[in-house]
């Protein structure tokens, strides 16, 4: 059974920096685009990155500037580095895959003094 298990997250202090991972189990696709979501409470599940299985990559604009997102097809993991974090970046974040469509059990992540 494919799955996708999430790892990285925690707390962290403003200014802080985590690098989230995504390891995928199963037949997953080197070519799938995979990507990195969050939600925070009382709001909606918003996508932050994407990546191709080329490594070609897009990011929102939230994301944009501080938030890198790489893979390394060997190991059938997508990484999400958070820079500058600051307290509004708290969520829970997810990984994702396109093919097959699939979501991971999210992280948390918490940017608190």
């Known amino acids: 059974q494919v799955q996708l298990v999430e790892s990285g997250g925690g707390l962290v202090q403003p200014g802080g920096s985590l690098r989230l991972s995504c390891a995928a189990s199963?037949?997953?696709?080197?070519?799938?685009?995979m990507g990195w979501y969050r939600q925070a409470p009382g709001k909606e599940r918003e996508l932050l990155a994407l990546i191709s299985g080329g490594g070609d990559t897009d990011y929102a604009h939230s994301a944009k500037g501080r938030f890198v997102i790489s893979r390394d097809n060997a190991r059938n993991t997508v990484y999400l580095q958070l820079n500058s974090l600051k307290t509004e970046d708290t969520a829970v974040y997810y990984c994702?895959?396109?093919?097959?469509?699939?979501w991971g059990q999210g992280t948390q992540v918490t940017v608190s003094s």
């Open positions: 199963g037949n997953i696709l080197r070519s799938s685009t």
């Open positions: 994702w895959n396109s093919v097959p469509q699939l």
